[in-house]
């Protein structure tokens, strides 16, 4: 890679470059040019884009972010810059123009001929995280009455722009789908069949205004290449590629483990957030978490008396604190993936209680008796009424953390919240009062204290 | 739905009944037809699966587990199981061998011609979680010198076998591959074209050997459909489809998601998992944490002294405590991704260390704040000392924890152990000691006591 970078530099500082230019990146993908060009000088970049071919720029652009661009697209020269413009895919145009100030988005769009700029528009119109806002009108639609031959001279037309290929929408007059016909269906057919006689099933499709999530799971589900996106009206608006649905999945999964560690989700990559940026997005969890768990200080303040004539009692409240803990957040992720994957909805929550609670009374009984074992047994301080307040808190501690930490999600799920916002650092917090309750209880109880 | 498997049932029960049954199910994809299949009692899914022609008998079973399509299958008379069989893309084919009994398998592989059998010998050898392991052989491959009259002339020949059509595979003579080719350019392309004019690029391959995350790191960042599979000699094995990499990126990540919980992974989905399994998966973390957390009772039990001298110190354990916890959590989950994305790798480990502590001492400066107030305002409690003590806890208490976690899981990494069995409830239970340590140390310098 870094062999690749020197010989480009040095091929853009030669005068009459581009035969040393195109040299120098033979063999590279797009992508792999995209991330080299990133590794040069803002200069050079400029150079770089306007250097290379126009077909060939215009795929290295679709790996960039829309800020980086319109850096690019912007510094061309007005006809280089509306030749890169136009051929951009119809989604990486949206999320360009949705990346920009919206006098310079007035600007681009009037590049646009009027038919496209009215569908840009309407892409743009839906808000972020449906399905609408990442679908693209670069698919290839096409009439039932159509014959197969007529379809592929209308492939070979309109393809170079199509950026899904794999299936042929089937549209009536009034622009609503009637069905999908994957492109191997009309290549294994004779050319004189009718779509209408290839047309079978009622299309899968997504609405324009259901969530990203809702597309990705159906297109992982079908195992699709791609999915329709329409409107009320069952008229096509767009599609969602799989490739586009692979980003929404891996993004919700990075967001929901950001978020079950107990962090507000980063936007950019991890390199690329600056120290105040993790600080932000930590600190307010923090302070909230610590506010909370101030409570269970005022608890333990009315044990005072206990915790003085006991004083080995306290050994143990990091041990039984961090049970809870660690079991709530065992069940928290399990439920909170659960949910993400559709693998449980909101019918389940009975079954998801019970499980839960079943597993927190299994664990609760195996870590008792150790905690038992542990306080019955610890050196300088051993003694076996303590082992059993030790031991019965454990159990009921870990049982009640189950129990809550399987309750909260499932309610936020029903209450169409987030429940990845349940993190275990909550979870842990909020079953520590009620730890120290049971165990000074508990140890008042038993050992006749306080 | 419930609607479907009535009409179902009823169309099954009655005599003659093929028509009824197609008609109950009409308009329905395969996907929804499985899911319909196991709603239905064993002897009705076996009805089922019999009615239903051959080609859609073949496509509901992709859907279904392997131990669910072999009873399928097995119960069929000879000839029917043959062609059930047969009619299984290459990679269900393998899951199937690999999920039943070996002596079972071996009667399964006699129903398949030779050459296809000694392909499917070799997509069997990988061990999972290879790329290898996930390779379909249903591609279409061509040779360079083919025109692209000839090549469409073989897709429409052996297309309806192939499972991935979006791509041409070119190999020469010994099996090794040149260059793949989209179906979209071979469409475009005039009939007397060669494929030697078209391919253009070294070819984006993955080996059969690595592992399957790399392969769907590779197809989400070029965004392809699909990524061949080569031996060391540089031969096609095989071929994985993007649907396949979508399951398996949902899998990595509900792994890590569990792991980061503090389980071991479930291998079902959550409503599959019995109690027992979940308390299995659960409950070595479990007593593993608590016994290493008992370390942090016997460091308490050093300062005996100073906790009888000072009971209002105890109150604030657990607020300390936690609060490490807490920030060790952040920091992992958050590092646990960027290194599961390769977002970060080995050579960022300093940068990420030297991130993750100027974060921590932000963190820490600010709730080490919130902590003097706390104690230093306390009711019943109030000092301004002990104010001071907290404060200083809680900045180094939570500037140590976020180095820990930031450490640790790089040095994992390092080792190519996976980092995520970092859980935060690991974090939390590695931090605590040193946590309780500072804090009585602190307090015994700054009240004088013990």
């Known amino acids: 890679?870094?062999?690749?970078?020197?010989?480009?530099?040095?091929?853009?500082?030669?005068?009459?470059?581009?035969?040393?230019?195109?040299?120098?990146?033979?063999?590279?993908?797009?992508?792999?040019?995209?991330?080299?060009?990133?590794?040069?000088?803002?200069?050079?970049?400029?150079?770089?884009?306007?250097?290379?071919?126009?077909?060939?720029?215009?795929?290295?652009?679709?790996?960039?972010?829309?800020?980086?661009?319109?850096?690019?697209?912007?510094?061309?020269?007005?006809?280089?810059?509306?030749?890169?413009?136009?051929?951009?895919?119809?989604?990486?145009?949206?999320?360009?123009?949705?990346?920009?100030?919206?006098?310079?988005?007035?600007?681009?769009?009037?590049?646009?001929?009027?038919?496209?700029?009215?569908?840009?528009?309407?892409?743009?119109?839906?808000?972020?995280?449906?399905?609408?806002?990442?679908?693209?009108?670069?698919?290839?639609?096409?009439?039932?009455?159509?014959?197969?031959?007529?379809?592929?001279?209308?492939?070979?037309?309109?393809?170079?722009?199509?950026?899904?290929?794999?299936?042929?929408?089937?549209?009536?007059?009034?622009?609503?789908?009637?069905?999908?016909?994957?492109?191997?269906?009309?290549?294994?057919?004779?050319?004189?069949?009718?779509?209408?006689?290839?047309?079978?099933?009622?299309?899968?499709?997504?609405?324009?205004?259901?969530?990203?999530?809702?597309?990705?799971?159906?297109?992982?589900?079908?195992?699709?290449?791609?999915?329709?996106?329409?409107?009320?009206?069952?008229?096509l608006v767009g599609v969602i590629s799989v490739d586009d649905l692979v980003d929404v999945i891996q993004e919700e999964a990075t967001e929901d483990i950001q978020k079950l560690g107990g962090s507000e989700p980063l936007i950019d990559s991890y390199l690329k957030t600056p120290v105040l940026t993790l600080f932000q997005k930590r600190v307010w969890w923090l302070l909230v978490l610590f506010f909370a768990e101030a409570i269970t200080g005022n608890i333990m303040r009315h044990f005072e008396d206990a915790l003085t004539e006991v004083i080995a009692l306290s050994f143990f409240i990091p041990l039984l604190i961090d049970a809870g803990g660690n079991s709530g957040s065992q069940t928290v992720t399990t439920l909170v993936r659960a949910l993400a994957l559709g693998e449980i909805g909101v019918d389940d929550t009975l079954k998801a209680l019970k499980k839960e609670m079943s597993t927190g009374i299994l664990l609760g009984a195996v870590v008792g008796g150790a905690a038992y074992l542990r306080a019955a047994t610890m050196g300088g301080v051993a003694n076996s009424s303590l082992g059993i307040v030790v031991g019965i808190s454990a159990f009921f501690i870990i049982a009640w953390a189950s129990t809550v930490a399987a309750i909260l999600p499932m309610t936020l799920h029903k209450l169409k919240v987030d429940p990845a916002i349940v993190s275990g650092p909550l979870i842990t917090t909020l079953v520590d009062g009620v730890g120290i309750l049971v165990y000074f209880s508990v140890a008042k109880l038993v050992l006749g204290i306080g």
């Open 1 to 235: 890679m870094q062999d690749i970078i020197e010989g480009l530099k040095a091929a853009l500082s030669a005068p009459d470059n581009q035969e040393l230019v195109m040299d120098s990146i033979a063999h590279l993908q797009p992508f792999d040019i995209a991330q080299v060009l990133l590794e040069l000088e803002r200069g050079e970049q400029q150079q770089f884009i306007e250097v290379l071919p126009l077909d060939l720029a215009s795929e290295v652009l679709e790996y960039l972010e829309p800020e980086v661009q319109y850096g690019l697209i912007h510094h061309c020269n007005e006809e280089r810059a509306r030749a890169l413009f136009g051929t951009l895919p119809s989604d990486a145009t949206v999320d360009l123009l949705l990346a920009i100030h919206p006098r310079q988005a007035e600007v681009l769009l009037t590049w646009l001929p009027e038919e496209y700029r009215e569908r840009i528009d309407t892409l743009m119109s839906f808000p972020e995280d449906t399905a609408g806002s990442l679908a693209t009108v670069d698919y290839i639609a096409a009439r039932e009455g159509w014959t197969v031959e007529k379809t592929l001279a209308h492939i070979r037309k309109v393809g170079r722009r199509a950026e899904i290929v794999s299936y042929i929408y089937v549209t009536n007059a009034r622009g609503q789908l009637i069905d999908v016909v994957s492109l191997k269906e009309i290549i294994m057919a004779s050319p004189h069949t009718k779509l209408s006689e290839i047309v079978a099933n009622n299309p899968i499709v997504v609405d324009a205004h259901s969530d990203q999530e809702k597309a990705a799971r159906i297109l992982s589900q079908y195992d699709f290449l791609a999915i329709p996106v329409v409107d009320s009206s069952n008229r």
